[in-house]
């Protein structure tokens, strides 16, 4: 490299990255870079080991091999708690919300200074956690119902609440398996337009069946195929890759 130039910054850097289960490679020799301000949809048939990229890139499955650094920090040598705090989100298919507890309560509990023992403990209903519920409250359709039971919301609105208890500790890299999975067209529409608003100052990467939500949603595509890239690029160059046709689009 010349003197003086600098390397591009990606905010997430996966090289080589391989696990293997008794012998079986469910992710093989996987390398992609994600920018700041990003979104990116992994597709890909069932068992091509999307969900597999997630779990690794957040430490709930540790590598055989490869790298994963995210803004220049080696994250396969991290706990999973440890890769939280460096600004890793990830929302699971299943929300996982407190459904005994309010809208509002369920955004004040995530908020960072209640995470620890101490910070519990300690924490108090200021005006500074409450301005920050409301703002995400909003950013996720869920202004008026700061007052109501999480187990009365509709399934979407249960999927908007989860993504705003990530939102509301602001990871710098949101990850979303299936966010749109049982919802109705309007939710799908929402989701979407949320989505485009969270990635000012973060980026996204998300798993996803819905073909027009990726096309409403994705800056670039990756297609998996039993652990590997078959395709990358916008949805328009996957879309009509023949590979991707082949494999995936024409079944």
Same mark, same amino acid.
Request: a negative charge; charged letters at 25%; glycine letters at 8%.
């Given at each position: 490299?010349? @003197? ?42 069932? /068992? ?34 440890? @890769?939280?705090?460096? /600004? ?12 005994d507890l309010t809208v509002f309560?369920?955004? *004040? ?5 209640? #995470? ?7 924490f108090k209903r200021d005006a500074?956690?409450?301005? #920050?519920?409301?703002?995400?409250? =909003? ?16 399934? /979407?609105?249960?999927?908007?609440? =989860? @993504? ?31 989505? &485009? ?10 798993? *996803? &069946?819905?073909?027009?939500?990726? *096309?409403?949603?994705? &800056?670039?595509? @990756?297609?998996? &195929? ?5 395709? *990358? ?19």
């Amino acid at each position: 490299m010349e @003197i003086g130039t600098q390397p591009k910054e990606f905010l997430l850097a996966v090289s080589g990255l391989t696990v293997s289960f008794d012998g079986f490679k469910a992710v093989n020799d996987l390398s992609f870079y994600l920018d700041p301000d990003e979104i990116r949809v992994i597709i890909g048939p069932n /068992g091509a080991g999307k969900t597999t990229v997630l779990d690794l890139i957040c430490g709930k499955t540790k590598a055989t091999s490869g790298s994963i650094e995210f803004r220049g920090k080696e994250l396969t040598k991290l706990t999973e708690n440890a @890769i939280v705090q460096a /600004g890793v989100g990830r929302k699971f298919q299943t929300p996982s919300i407190y459904d005994d507890l309010t809208v509002f309560e369920n955004l *004040e509990i995530s908020y960072p200074r209640g #995470r620890t023992v101490f910070g519990a403990l300690t924490f108090k209903r200021d005006a500074a956690v409450r301005e #920050r519920v409301e703002e995400i409250a =909003e950013m996720i359709f869920l202004k008026d119902k700061l007052e109501t039971s999480a187990e009365l919301l509709s399934h /979407g609105q249960k999927q908007w609440l =989860e @993504i705003g208890m990530l939102l509301i500790q602001d990871p710098e890299l949101l990850m979303l398996d299936e966010p749109v999975a049982g919802m109705s067209v309007s939710e799908r529409m929402k989701t979407a337009e949320l989505l &485009h608003t969270i990635i000012k100052g973060r980026s996204v990467l998300v798993i *996803e &069946h819905d073909m027009k939500f990726v *096309e409403d949603i994705a &800056h670039k595509v @990756i297609v998996l &195929h039993q652990g590997k890239i078959l395709s *990358e690029g916008s949805m328009e160059t996957v879309k009509n890759d023949p590979k991707v046709i082949e494999v995936y689009l024409g079944h």
